[in-house]
């Protein structure tokens, strides 16, 4: 028997309302927001990634599914963002649109070991605003997030926020860690000894207690940051107080990502154990410019879809909460049913019917677990008056209505 690739999902139908409710109230939102959804292949050429992401960023390292052919090399997309960039400049919507929000939804690949909510193929919810660097877009992009927690169900999350600064803030943060850590290298685990000589910043979001321990004795605060980007950290700060949002700031927050700048943001839930980020985004002001186009600033998010549904309590509505079934007892009567089917749908009434020709009595049972809201039961007796009887799955009651007003009464 074939199994499934390991660290792969099939996500059953029992399973897919929440899914679905999810992804409805995400695209209510970011109409909200005047957001227009975007949907870029999930195939990349792979020195995409390896120029934006960063040599030696983990995902490039080590997480990137490739795919060679005879002369090329792809990638299976580990996360949004780049994709995005490549398509806003490739299409010419730096010439047509400039400022522009986009969202999407959609499958990325990363070959890590599988966890809980993290798998090899997984889903993200995400947006990108290309075309501004004002701090109050910032505070708009942080507060869309927030709301979309809201409407997910999701309690006792924290939102934490930093300012890694602008390109030279970033360098100077760098040697000042650098120095810093240099006289506790052999205390850091394995990885961040590594880390240290190639991606400094990885060494502050390390889960390993004793590099934790390290890295709160640098009390870190805002120091590296230059006067601009101070006040822009200050007036994200003010904004998001003005709307009421609740939020640390975490100056050991980084993103591992080379193309992070002066704002990022994670949205965390303990119930999701030491990974405990569900999503996370950021600005980056200089990624345009840094695929050959006009230098704009840009910030987004995504959200992993596998851990909302973790801390989420949302139930997700049933695909099938407003079915009609019909149970047809007899040929004569299966044959009129079909009729009576396409009359159904053709007026936009979700519909189905037994087609393994059960006893009432199964058949009602079938009816029952797919979530009929009304079962509609034509046998000889029924066809004779030219009726069918309808019962009410939710008050168990049962009456007889001509077919001729059937599609009327199921849509009212």
Not at 175 to 199: M, P, T, Y
Not at 255 to 283: K, M
Not at 382 to 400: G, I
Request: net charge neutral; hydrophobic share 40%; proline share 3%.
């Amino acid at each position: 028997m074939f199994k499934k690739v390991p660290g792969t999902k099939d996500i059953l139908p029992d399973e897919t309302g929440r899914w679905q409710t999810i992804e409805a109230i995400a695209r209510n939102i970011f109409s909200l927001y005047n957001f227009h959804e975007i949907r870029t292949p999930i195939i990349e050429e792979a020195s995409l990634f390896k120029r934006i992401l960063g040599v030696t960023t983990e995902i490039v390292q080590k997480q990137m599914f490739f795919i060679h052919s005879q002369e090329d090399a792809y990638v299976l997309r580990p996360e949004g963002t780049v994709s995005i960039a490549r398509s806003y400049l490739e299409n010419n919507l730096d010439k047509t649109s400039g400022f522009i929000k986009l969202y999407y939804i959609g499958p990325m690949f990363r070959l890590e070991r599988p966890q809980k909510g993290r798998l090899r193929q997984f889903h993200h919810i995400g947006c990108e605003v290309i075309g501004s660097q004002e701090a109050i877009l910032d505070v708009e992009i942080i507060s869309l997030a927030e709301q979309m927690f809201k409407s997910f169900a999701i309690a006792d999350y924290k939102i934490k926020i930093n300012s890694l600064g602008c390109p030279k803030d970033k360098q100077a943060l760098s040697l000042s860690l650098k120095q810093s850590l240099q006289k506790d290298n052999q205390k850091l685990c394995a990885d961040c000894q590594v880390r240290l000589e190639n991606n400094i910043f990885r060494v502050l979001d390390c889960k390993n207690e004793a590099c934790q321990e390290i890295v709160k004795a640098l009390a870190l605060k805002d120091r590296h940051l230059c006067p601009d980007c101070l006040n822009h950290f200050k007036e994200v700060q003010n904004g998001l107080g003005s709307l009421n949002i609740i939020f640390e700031v975490e100056p050991q927050l980084v993103r591992g990502l080379d193309y992070y700048n002066r704002t990022v943001f994670e949205f965390t839930h303990s119930n999701l154990g030491s990974q405990d980020a569900i999503g996370a985004g950021g600005r980056y002001n200089n990624l345009i410019k840094e695929l050959g186009g006009p230098d704009i600033g840009g910030i987004g998010f995504a959200f992993g879809v596998e851990r909302l549904l973790l801390a989420s309590s949302i139930c997700g509505e049933k695909p099938l909460n407003k079915l009609v079934y019909l149970i047809t007892l007899g040929e004569t009567a299966k044959n009129a049913g079909v009729k009576i089917l396409n009359q159904l749908r053709s007026s936009g009434i979700p519909s189905d019917m037994d087609y393994l020709s059960r006893s009432l009595k199964a058949a009602m049972r079938a009816a029952n677990d797919a979530g009929a809201r009304y079962v509609l039961i034509l046998g000889e007796d029924e066809l004779k008056k030219n009726v069918v009887s309808l019962k009410d799955m939710s008050n168990s009651t049962q009456r007889e209505i001509s077919i001729q007003e059937l599609t009327k009464e199921l849509k009212c």
